[in-house]
């Protein structure tokens, strides 16, 4: 059964018509083309699906698209620039060597995204909480950490 | 050799692309009027499939045809991404069908449904009834070994081989010892856990030949196996990698790529597409093999080995895969470590009904490093020698031939490792500081633990190492790089990037490189794995970039005026520029001068170097993990106080790179070492645990900060100095860290994982060391 919803979505507001089993996550993907949010799993174990949705950082493959219904979210693509510009946490996720394989990288800069909004100041063990529904086998989290902690660093002494 | 941009931590050019999410990855990549498919999955674990009734699932609406074994080449294909053998004797076993009617572990693939969506596809696979013949099921060697078992494979007795390997005399060298040490061991059955789940497309091209989009670390090798899954010639197949989610050999076999490619074939080449959920991962592509040992060795007093003893048997599962090379080259590496005057190594691989067992980042040496750095500290604590002394007395020497892998190890830098090692990671203070803290009672016990390891880089002389490259000269001077080796999120392309403008003399961004391989125009190469690509491939990579600069330098001689000519020993190119070497002057840019060879109107060409590379040779990379743990008598839980991994893989071309890969093994080697582990249900032979959140791979939380460092000996045989780097940094952190467990308890815990369970029920045993 396909149902229309409103929603904005990396800034754009839309109406689609969604299936009612369909996921947040098909939908981006499927019907946007919005393909860097990535499945790792479907069922909420690895955060490579993560979005924010008003705000909060979600596994959009267990968030149906029915509920996104009047809801602001936010994908990877809606954290780069419009003219394709790096934000300082992308730019610092490639100038420590966070990225590895990849598959993993959209849904840390997410959820990193809305970590340091709420917390600007994480120490260690805060951010290694904070990110703990991501999962990445590549790089064994260390440079992930540096990026992030760069970026606080960054920002506290601008 | 002075270098400019190997040795630097250049940005990886794929980076950018990967933190916006515009990195492509196979199920990113729109089609149009895709189909998908699914598998139905056998619900016994070991039997036939005696009836199968499609009618049902046929009426579920979407579905579009269902394929039984029926409807499939009657052909036995091997899976392993290894290079073709032209002798028989050593080719792969070809014991794979793309649907089985013989159900040889829970979930085999033995009928397919192709639908207009992957729900209907799905529903279509439930409702596929099937009426089975079951046999006894094995989830151990012990199991399928014992009298009377029912082969898993006809005619194996469920061996599906047994070797030995022999040196010097094991009789003699005992009875030369003055004391002799055993113990026995096991490793578990671990999964990859590549964040992409292996995922793959194929439809008719428009010449007629079969195209196949896949996740996959072989792409040339994968082509060879589908023209062997169907029996028809390799050049009708085409394979492309795009983008790709991590493999850590999980990828290095081939898995649903011929059944996607028959899944096409019978709706007349239109694209289908199968895209595995995780629990498939887990339960039904590939695992590591678990290994079970036992070791006896015979020492001198002062700690001298005079024989060893090994006896390994390796659990490959249902299907031969990789088989026996695996669990085989644990001998190899025992003698590239240490010297062992009279060893014995035996070897069996058995089939059980358990996961097919393949390539994983380690390819054996994990278990076997396992085996002995946890023999050789039992021996350091038995005879109270230190135990970085205990293995100094007995590492190999210099410029000996390793008398089972039949090469010269050019280099042994495991003192130069170990010293390093304990001066950043402090062993020598902390020993202390632990000591001190040894008699006070607390229920929080603090431990040091170390383990060394010995690798090789590329696979020969076991198997034939070829690598491949093309360079193209653009016109503004930039140059195209082209390569069969895969990039899987490793950095080969940047690496071979460094390698190609350090060696011509242009800047690193003038080098492209990019993320597909397609098999009908990508070099061969065979493929990430064996830690091969830098080494092996980085050879084929430096010759072209030789050649093509020798052309470029011929070009700028050839081009220049009669009476401006500087003789051509005295050119070079630096920085983009060709100069005159004695005195540094600019000439011209290797821009100006390429737009030359294009469009002068008599002479010149577009430059290229074409250049396709056998290696004959291999290097051995050292490397030693120090830690310390604390571990929590009430709860056995185990923290990581902090873990170091010292590496010499020779010449680092690029730090940031490397220490990189050093770290995502590292955390890979915590995990085997502490939590991981695939279970199977007794009672039905059902894997237990073929998800993220029941397996326990390690999270951001589980993982410590990590160090890491390099001691760079030049290689001299490696392109550049180098050796390999990709698989050993998780081959010794698990025996480091049960090491220190021990340590700090006092006791004795036999295998990994070491869980707290294990823990608690080794205290509560109070079993001695
Ligand atoms: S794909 Fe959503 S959490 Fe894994
Ligand atoms: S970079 Fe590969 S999973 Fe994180």
């Known amino acids: 059964m396909l149902k229309t919803i409103n929603c904005t979505v990396n800034g754009r507001a839309m109406e689609l018509q969604v299936d009612v089993r369909e996921s947040l996550l098909d939908m981006l993907r499927n019907r946007l083309h919005l393909t860097g949010t990535k499945q790792g799993c479907g069922v909420g174990e690895c955060g490579a699906c993560a979005v924010l949705i008003d705000g909060e950082t979600l596994d959009s493959c267990i968030y149906l698209a029915v509920w996104a219904d009047g809801k602001d979210i936010v994908s990877i693509e809606g954290l780069t620039g419009a003219d394709g510009s790096l934000s300082d946490l992308q730019q610092n996720f490639v100038d420590k060597g966070a990225v590895q394989c990849g598959f993993c990288t959209p849904g840390f800069v997410v959820s990193a995204t809305a970590l340091l909004e709420k917390n600007p100041n994480p120490s260690k063990d805060e951010i290694r909480r904070g990110l703990s529904g991501n999962l990445c086998r590549c790089t064994g989290y260390q440079k992930i950490l540096d990026a992030v902690e760069s970026t606080a660093d960054q920002r506290r002494n601008k | ?769």
């Open chain 2, 1 to 769: 050799m002075e270098h400019k941009v190997i040795g630097k931590s250049v940005e990886r050019w794929d980076a950018i692309a990967k933190v916006t999410g515009r990195a492509n990855y196979t199920g990113d990549i729109p089609q149009k009027e895709l189909l998908y498919g699914k598998i139905c999955r056998a619900k016994i674990t070991h039997g036939k499939v005696k009836n199968m009734d499609i009618s049902e699932a046929l009426k579920v609406p979407g579905v579009i045809k269902i394929l039984t074994p029926d409807d499939v080449p009657e052909i036995s294909f091997p899976t392993a991404g290894h290079p073709y053998s032209l002798d028989p004797k050593f080719a792969d076993i070809a014991d794979r069908r793309i649907l089985t009617r013989n159900v040889r572990l829970y979930g085999d693939e033995i009928a397919a449904v192709i639908a207009e969506s992957e729900l209907a596809a799905e529903i279509a696979a439930s409702k596929i009834k099937v009426e089975y013949e079951e046999y006894e099921f094995y989830l151990s060697p012990e199991e399928a070994l014992k009298e009377g078992a029912v082969e898993i494979h006809e005619g194996t007795k469920n061996i599906l081989a047994a070797t030995k390997a022999e040196i010097g005399d094991i009789d003699t060298g005992f009875k030369e010892a003055d004391f002799i040490v055993e113990d026995v061991c096991a490793t578990p059955i671990i999964q990859h856990c590549q964040m992409e789940n292996q995922i793959a497309y194929a439809y008719k091209d428009v010449d007629n030949r079969w195209v196949c989009v896949t996740s996959t670390q072989i792409p040339h090798i994968c082509r060879r196996i589908l023209g062997q899954a169907f029996g028809m010639p390799w050049g009708r197949f085409r394979v492309i990698k795009p983008f790709i989610g991590g493999g850590f050999g999980n990828k290095q076999d081939v898995t649903i790529e011929p059944l996607v490619v028959a899944m096409s074939m019978a709706v007349g080449g239109k694209p289908v597409m199968v895209d595995l959920h995780r629990e498939e991962v887990f339960g039904w592509t590939r695992v590591r093999h678990a290994i079970s040992y036992k070791v006896k060795m015979g020492f001198t007093k002062d700690g001298v080995i005079t024989a060893a003893d090994i006896e390994a048997t390796s659990n490959n599962g249902a299907y031969a895969s990789h088989g026996h090379a695996i669990v085989a080259k644990g001998g190899g590496i025992t003698t590239a470590i240490y010297k062992i005057p009279n060893f014995r190594y035996r070897a069996k691989t058995v089939y059980t009904n358990t996961a097919a067992a393949g390539a994983m980042r380690g390819y054996g040496v994990p278990q076997i490093t396992y085996a002995l750095e946890t023999f050789m500290n039992k021996v350091s604590i038995q005879t109270g020698i230190d135990q970085f002394e205990l293995r100094e007395k007995n590492l190999t020497k210099v410029n000996e031939e390793n008398p089972l892998l039949h090469m010269v190890q050019h280099t042994m830098s495991l003192r130069e490792c170990f010293a390093k090692g304990k001066e950043i990671f402090k062993w020598d203070d902390k020993r202390k500081s632990i000591d001190k803290d040894k008699n006070t009672a607390s229920d929080y016990v603090r431990g040091l633990g170390m383990a060394a390891f010995a690798y090789t880089s590329g696979a020969y002389p076991k198997t034939m190492e070829i690598g491949g490259c093309r360079l193209i000269l653009n016109q503004d001077g930039s140059i195209k790089l082209m390569v069969g080796a895969t990039e899987i999120g490793q950095g080969a392309d940047t690496v071979f990037s460094q390698m190609v403008a350090d060696t011509i003399g242009i800047p690193f961004e003038w080098v492209i490189a990019d993320a597909y391989t397609d098999t009908d125009i990508a070099p061969f190469d065979t493929g990430a794995y064996a830690s091969r690509q830098t080494f092996v491939s980085g050879m084929a990579v430096k010759k072209a970039a030789v050649e093509l600069k020798e052309k470029i330098l011929q070009a700028a001689y050839d081009f220049s005026k009669i009476g401006n000519k500087v003789p051509i020993e005295d050119l070079d190119i630096v920085d983009g520029n060709i100069i005159q070497k004695h005195n540094g002057q600019i000439l011209e840019t290797l821009g100006d001068l390429a737009l030359k060879t294009y469009y002068d109107l008599h002479s010149g060409s577009c430059l290229t170097a074409d250049v396709s590379n056998k290696c004959t040779k291999n290097a051995y990379p050292y490397g030693v993990t120090l830690t310390e743990v604390e571990v929590d008598k009430k709860t056995g839980k185990v923290e990581v106080l902090s873990i170091l991994n010292v590496h010499d893989s020779g010449k680092i071309i690029n730090p940031l790179l490397a220490s990189g890969q050093v770290e995502g093994g590292m955390a890979q080697g915590l995990g085997y070492g502490l939590a991981e582990e695939l279970k199977y249900d007794e009672k039905t032979g059902k894997p237990l645990n073929n998800n993220l959140l029941d397996y326990k791979m390690p999270t951001f939380m589980d993982v410590p900060d990590l160090d890491v460092a390099f001691v760079e000996i030049e290689d001299p045989v490696g392109p550049y100095g180098n050796k390999s780097l990709g698989e050993p940094p998780l081959c010794s952190p698990a025996p480091a860290l049960r090491n220190a467990i021990i340590d700090a308890l006092g006791i004795y815990v036999k295998d990994i994982p070491v869980t707290p369970q294990k823990i608690i029920e080794a205290l509560s045993e109070n079993r001695e060391v």
